[in-house]
């Protein structure tokens, strides 16, 4: 890369950066926020004609919907056709967040239509018609990059909730579908999940085809409700209904792991067969609901891939590849967390009998000692006493305990939205938060036996053992806080190696922030 495109792309973050404001329902002092405002945003990016032009396929829900949308996007990217992905949030890179035929846009279309956008809303901008902020300008940036491709279908993933979230100015999409749906962002989207389904039903559109998953019956019915004044079905299509057989992919795995995978895969199949019949392009491709796919969807389902969502990585770092070993998934839900720790169950079984090919290194692997270790951290709306007790649980059922749980801040939250900023020094960090989720963690494996936060004199067993190092990490037998992820990386590759007759195998859970600051660094 040029350093002077490097000095572009860094402006062009910086500029991205001023746009982020905090999330509240409650705040109205910030007009870029008011979701009116979008269709002057519309007006002034000359994008009316483009966006109602566009073949969009619009996804919600509060979990697997991301997983939905990629599903969706291989599909139709092996069936032939020029696709658009929006998805958030990135997890390294904020150019992640818009793909074009699988691949995320490069620098330098990004910086084109990056700029067009800024300028020219900074240019119309007035006391009453802000900037939009963050995710807002994301949204119509999207728009902009899709129309200018001219893809040939654009998906959309909803960033929050459904109603007011910035992708649903479309007004005629395809077909719309509902993933999952559970108890998340409730400060902003309700306290009850019919009211959180009522939010993601907000982008049904009259008449237009809308599939879901099978839902708890009050979310269910709310969504039914909602799609019949419509005039829509919203159905739980057959793919979805019956798990899709795996027999139908002809011997081949769906490209995202985890059992729940195959709901996301079915909702999928379901959402592009009736985008291919409502666009006329069904014609020779034969779909049986209960016993064969075409060999497109089949390719589309087997070869789709999406970073930090059940994903298994070497610490290639480490002298003999395997005695580290991360699992990422950026599980942040209660129910995501049942089915992040059933997943690291199966995968840790089975990656140690797939790990290098030789039948001596297989003994190898088999002879060792696993180490589990859990990398911890969730933003401080969530609730580490929903999630930390159904990750546990999850893996105890399959025979899964954790050795140490180590808990540490995002790198993420202190750089804005760029790739290569520095983080804060270690004594800038504040470990308050991290120091809960430690307490609660010891509070769940050691009964009354728990830290108290920064209380040095607590006459316990636990907090007696416990010492500080020169990174300032906080550590018990059972749990360490980290002041740094990178320190925390750093304690992991050095008992590693320290431990040449233990396989250490890490999951990483909790925030797709921490995610992708975990695939930051060991990927370097």
């Known amino acids: 890369m040029q350093g002077e495109q490097v000095s572009s792309y860094e402006e062009a973050l910086e500029a991205l950066s001023s746009l982020i404001t905090k999330r509240s329902r409650a705040d109205k002092s910030n007009k870029g926020d008011r979701f009116d405002l979008l269709y002057d945003y519309i007006k002034v990016l000359e994008l009316d004609e483009a966006i109602t032009k566009m073949k969009i396929i619009h996804v919600a829900g509060t979990k697997g919907k991301g997983s939905t949308c990629t599903f969706t996007e291989s599909i139709l990217r092996n069936c032939g056709f ?12 904020i150019r992640e967040r818009f793909r074009l035929d699988g691949l995320e846009i490069s620098q330098d279309k990004f910086l084109a239509h990056f700029w067009w956008c800024f300028n020219k809303l900074k240019e119309t901008t007035t006391e009453d018609v802000p900037m939009p902020t963050f995710f807002r300008f994301l949204a119509l940036l999207a728009f902009k990059i899709f129309a200018a491709e001219q893809v040939d279908v654009a998906i959309l ?3 929050l909730g459904g109603t007011f979230d910035a992708t649903n100015v479309v007004q005629e999409p395809i077909v719309c579908g509902i993933s999952s749906l559970g108890f998340d962002h409730m400060e902003i989207l309700g306290n009850t999940l019919g009211q959180i389904a009522g939010e993601k039903a907000g982008i049904f559109k009259q008449g237009v085809p809308a599939f879901t998953v099978p839902q708890p019956e009050e979310a269910m019915s709310v969504l039914e409700k909602k799609a019949s004044q419509l005039n829509v079905n919203c159905t739980v299509p057959l793919q979805v209904a019956i798990p899709l057989d795996i027999s139908l992919l002809n011997g081949l795995q ?6 729940h995978q195959y709901l996301n895969a079915g909702l999928a199949i379901a959402l592009c067969h009736t985008w291919l019949q409502k666009t006329g392009h069904l014609e020779g491709m034969y779909l049986d609901q209960t016993s064969s796919l075409p060999e497109q969807f089949v390719r589309g389902l087997a070869n789709t891939s999406f970073e930090g969502r059940a994903q298994i ?3 290639l770092c480490m002298d003999r590849p395997g005695d580290l070993v991360f699992y990422l998934d950026g599980a942040h839900s209660p129910e995501s967390m049942d089915m992040c720790g059933r997943w690291f169950s199966v995968a840790t079984r089975e990656d140690v009998q797939q790990h290098n090919g030789s039948k001596e290194q297989l003994q190898a692997n088999l002879r060792k000692d696993s180490t ?8 401080p709306v969530r609730d580490p006493q929903l999630l ?3 990750l546990i649980n999850a893996c105890a059922h399959h025979g899964v305990h954790f050795q140490k749980a180590l808990f540490v801040p995002n790198q993420s939250v202190y750089h804005k939205v760029g790739s290569h900023a520095l983080p804060l020094n270690d004594s800038q960090v504040d470990l308050s938060w991290q120091l809960t989720l430690q307490r609660v963690w010891e509070n769940l494996v050691c009964g009354d036996k728990t830290i108290q936060g920064g209380d040095e004199k607590a006459a316990d067993p636990i907090r007696e053992e416990a010492i500080e190092d020169a990174s300032n990490s906080i550590r018990s037998e059972t749990s360490s806080v980290f002041s ?5 990386i750093k304690w992991l590759r050095d008992s590693a190696q320290q431990n040449r007759s233990v396989r250490f195998q890490v999951l990483v859970t909790g925030s797709l922030h921490l995610v992708g600051d975990v695939l930051r660094l060991i990927k370097k």
């Open 157 to 159: 993933e909803v960033g």
């Open 254 to 259: 769906l490209g995202l792991h985890g059992e």
């Open 484 to 488: 740094s992820l990178p320190s925390a």
């Open 313 to 315: 990585v070497t610490d």
């Open 82 to 93: 020029r696709t658009g992905l929006f998805t958030s949030p990135h997890l390294i890179d």
């Open 388 to 390: 930390l007790p159904r």
């Open 372 to 379: 589990k270790v859990l990398l911890f951290n969730c933003m």
